[in-house]
């Protein structure tokens, strides 16, 4: 079945910690995001990449960085420099003809 | 700039009752347009979307939503809820289909018996 995967679906990070937060679909999608989500905020987002090797800032990029090496895969790494990680994680992608996104099952990020 | 405004934080209904989230958005030209339910810890998942043409969707799960240009409206509505429709709710909004989406701040549905 196609979809997108996301891993771990808990992370636990100490201060100052740089973790990577895994995206993967095989959709053959063109276009990935990364979003976060908080209680009562929605869904804001960091990055997203519309083809390989080429991605673009978010609303809230500050503390992330990420990557675009293979057309399946766009993994998130959060920084030591976001000061306020702890949140739920989620990866997007979408297709050149269907508009919608598809969503992961989400990261779960707690900062000890 | 585009923005989307989800005015009800919570809703509650009982089981059975009829069921309208609203959603107004700000975009000049016509929007896509999205409708998303998430429920506790999961990712989202598509209920329905408008690009153009007929301004009544219908969506998965009995939903249907009615696109409104004159009130930059988006509502979701079902006429009978079941209990197992409580969940988290997100209108969202974008330019073109690959465009990056804007969400609502979304509505949380409690549903009793």
């Known amino acids: 079945d196609g979809g997108i995967t996301q891993s771990p679906k808990y992370l636990f990070r100490k201060e100052g910690q740089n973790v990577t937060l895994s995206c993967e679909q095989n959709?053959?999608?063109?276009?990935m995001y990364w979003y976060r989500q908080d209680p009562g905020q929605g869904l804001r987002l960091i990055y997203y990449s519309q083809i390989v090797n080429d991605f673009q800032k978010g609303d809230i990029a500050e503390g992330y960085s990420v990557s675009r090496e293979k057309k399946e895969s766009f993994p998130l790494t959060v920084t030591s420099a976001q000061k306020n990680p702890t949140a739920f994680y989620l990866c997007?992608?979408?297709?050149?003809?269907?508009?919608?996104?598809?969503f992961g099952p989400g990261t779960r990020l707690t900062v000890l | 700039a585009q923005s989307v405004t989800q005015p009800d934080i919570h809703i509650t209904v009982s089981e059975g009752a009829s069921l309208e989230l609203r959603c107004n958005y700000s975009?000049?030209?016509?929007?896509?347009l999205f409708w998303y339910v998430q429920s506790p810890g999961q990712g989202l998942q598509l209920l329905l979307k408008y690009f153009s043409g007929d301004t009544l969707v219908q969506g998965i799960k009995g939903f249907e939503a009615e696109f409104k240009r004159s009130q930059s409206s988006f509502n979701l509505r079902k006429p009978s809820v079941h209990w197992s429709d409580a969940a988290e709710y997100f209108c969202a909004v974008g330019r073109y289909n690959t465009d990056k989406l804007i969400f609502g701040t979304g509505t949380r549905l409690q549903v009793f018996p």
């Open positions: 975009y000049g030209a016509t929007p896509y």
């Open positions: 997007a992608s979408t297709g050149t003809n269907g508009g919608e996104q598809f």
């Open positions: 959709l053959n999608h063109d276009a």
